[in-house]
């Protein structure tokens, strides 16, 4: 027996299910640069984010206390931490460099195990070559020590949080995450008008920026077909050239969106372009193939990356490593505990001792996460929670 139970989007590192009761006062902080708060509300607009892999990121500031390093905010270990190592003052800086461009909605600062250490004041800035910032994308007042700024979908490689205010209080990051709405591309196909030798559609999809599709001669005319096994709800893709041919870019564009691939309705976005990555906005899609003509220009067309943004159709299980549980109570003779839940084993399993009215089951996922669902998974046993 499997009880699953969506919600709104919640960003929280404990989850507690109360059985015959209900919750409250679980949530974090949030910043949204729109409403420009003079505190972090509550994350709850229905939004499947995920965070991006850190893998091979870096990190720098503008000062950094010893025995803390930039480095420790990617660890996935909340005991360890970046800290400033002076009272808060305005224009320092946390930087982190995702190594390519990347798309993105959403960033998290935990401080929670040191819970004063969270930014009073601060701005939000991206750029795709760390020298060049633009004007901050989010600007927020923290209040709590999980911080989290949402923002309009950005495109870019590096993201710098600087201060812009002082406090009697150090600054400090023990786990940094970058969040995307960006779907999954396992399953999709890719086809094109023409196809400059190897440099085949798939390679635009692949995920690495060093491969790549290009365009037979001028990009002219020539179209990008991207089928994505199924429908899926949008409205952002981006087009990066990469940087072997950073000019490649679509200098104009539209886009228009089928569900058999052959008869597409009227185009649903067009625009031109200045640089790679093309980012581009368009009424929210519900479609499974998606047509990028480009207009006119004597260079040819190259995408190394080309990604989506939207709602994605595909849940996916955060890992479980790490992670503990605890319970009210466990089964009289000491048997099925807690951790039986969590070691994905359907043969092992938590069981209360008793009647379930009022008993609780706790899970401690070790750092921040951000999820929108729980299975609670019975196996064999019939004992579902009859008021979670």
């Given amino acids: 027996m499997s009880l699953r139970e969506p919600f709104p989007v919640r960003a929280s590192r404990v989850v507690a299910i109360l059985i015959g009761a209900t919750i409250a006062g679980l949530g974090c902080g949030r910043v949204n640069d729109e409403t420009a708060k003079p505190a972090p509300r509550l994350e709850s607009d229905a939004r499947p984010l995920i965070a991006l892999s850190r893998s091979g990121w870096t990190a720098t500031a503008s000062a950094t206390a010893s025995m803390t390093s930039p480095a420790n905010v ?5 005991a360890t931490r970046w800290s400033i190592g002076a009272n808060q003052a305005a224009e320092q800086y946390f930087q982190v460099d995702m190594v390519s461009v990347r798309s993105f909605v959403e960033l998290t600062m935990d ?3 040191t819970p004063s250490d969270f930014p009073k004041a601060f701005r939000v800035n991206v750029s795709n070559d760390g020298a060049s910032w633009g004007n901050p994308i989010a600007t927020g007042v923290g209040a709590v020590p999980i911080v989290a700024v949402s923002f309009a979908p950005q495109a870019a490689r590096f993201v710098r949080v600087t201060l812009t205010g002082s406090a009697t209080t150090s600054w400090s990051i023990h786990e940094f995450n970058v969040l995307s709405n960006t779907l999954s591309r396992t399953g999709w196909s890719a086809t094109a008008s023409t196809t400059n030798g190897t440099n085949d559609p798939s390679k635009a999809i692949d995920g690495a920026l060093s491969t790549a599709w290009t365009s037979m001669g001028p990009q002219t005319g020539q179209n990008f077909l991207l089928n994505m096994s199924a429908r899926q709800t949008f409205n952002q893709i981006v087009l990066n050239s990469g940087g072997n041919a950073p000019n490649n870019y679509p200098r104009s564009y539209s886009v228009a969106v089928s569900n058999d691939g052959t008869t597409f ?4 976005a067009s625009g031109t372009a200045t640089a790679s ?3 581009i906005d368009l009424p929210n899609q519900f479609a499974q193939f998606v047509k990028i003509t480009a207009g006119s220009d004597s260079a040819p067309w190259t995408i190394a990356d080309l990604v989506v943004n939207g709602q994605p ?3 996916f299980k955060l890992p479980r490593s790490g992670w503990t549980a605890t319970a009210t109570s466990m089964a009289a003779n000491g048997t099925n505990p807690p951790a039986g839940a ?3 084993a359907t043969s092992t399993r938590w069981s209360s001792n008793g009647p379930q009215t009022g008993q609780s089951f706790t899970v401690d996922m070790l750092t921040f996460r951000t999820f929108n669902q729980i299975t609670l998974d019975a196996g064999t046993t019939s004992s579902a929670p009859s008021g979670a």
């Fill in 111 to 113: 401080t929670s195990q």
């Fill in 313 to 315: 159709t595909t849940q």
């Fill in 277 to 279: 990555p093309v980012v």
């Fill in 342 to 344: 969590l070691d994905g």
């Fill in 74 to 78: 990617f660890d996935d270990n909340p």
């Fill in 265 to 268: 309705g009227p185009v649903v």
